[in-house]
């Protein structure tokens, strides 16, 4: 069965230090894999994705990933957190164009 | 128009009301949505449209009844829901030619007393 793993329910940076996000997949075929981020009372917004290709996506808001087969993980990176980046952020696969599997989510605090 | 708009976006129901929820879409996407999302958790499919029918129905029970009148609309119509459907109501949509993506909607806050 299809599975999305975040093990960090919960990460605090400083403004402007670096961020990993992680997440780790089981999935039988190629993955189709997706983050997206979800601001307060806000809808999900897509981040990146990977389908095929290259391993290191690049996103919107200086975001990107790396898709990693060996280790069954698609880390989400940036550089230089800001404040407006504390969110909830998901990892996604999508195992046919009907169905996604998401992780239960990784609440980031950025703190001044 | 890239974006998928969902109306109310706040609704306080009775477990005897009647009410429904909109989404629509304007980027000509032909497979549509509608998840429930509870606090800190991610969203759960309910419902999927595709060309305007119904293809997946997650298990999801009859005091919810989706409907696509148009390739642009989605509604989802409640019926004597109970407490525990409380939940942020997102739809969502997908273009043919990348349906593994989603475009999702703000959502709709739904609290029932």
Redesign the interface.
């Known amino acids: 069965a299809q599975s999305v793993t975040q093990p960090d329910i919960h990460i605090t940076v400083s403004e402007g230090a670096s961020l990993e996000l992680r997440c780790n997949y089981s999935y039988g075929a190629t993955p189709y894999l997706f983050w997206y981020v979800q601001s307060p009372g806000q809808g999900l917004q897509l981040l990146l994705k990977y389908f095929s290709g290259d391993t290191l996506v690049q996103g919107i808001k200086g975001f990107e990933a790396e898709f990693k087969r060996s280790q069954s993980s698609f880390n989400l990176r940036k550089p230089s957190v800001h404040w407006s980046d504390a969110a909830e952020y998901f990892c996604a696969v999508a195992h046919n164009a009907g169905k996604s599997t998401f992780g239960d989510g990784t609440t980031l605090t950025v703190k001044p | 128009d890239t974006e998928?708009t969902?109306t109310p976006k706040h609704l306080v129901m009775g477990m005897t009301n009647k009410k429904s929820l909109k989404c629509e879409q304007h980027m000509g996407h032909r497979?549509m949505y509608w998840y429930k999302q509870k606090a800190?958790?991610?969203?759960e499919?309910m419902f999927?449209y595709?060309y305007e029918k119904l293809?997946?129905n997650e298990s999801v029970p009859s005091r919810f009844s989706p409907e696509c009148p148009n390739s642009s609309l989605l509604n989802l119509h409640l019926h004597a829901l109970q407490p525990e459907d409380s939940a942020?109501y997102?739809c969502?949509s997908?273009p043919l030619a990348q349906?593994?993506?989603?475009?999702?909607?703000?959502?709709t806050?739904l609290s029932v007393l």
């Not at chain 2, 800190?40 to 969203?43: A, T």
Request: charged share 15%; hydrophobic share 40%; proline share 8%.
């Open positions: 998928v969902q497979a800190k958790k991610p969203p499919l999927v595709s293809s997946i942020l997102l969502a997908s349906q593994r993506i989603r475009f999702f909607g703000s959502g806050q």
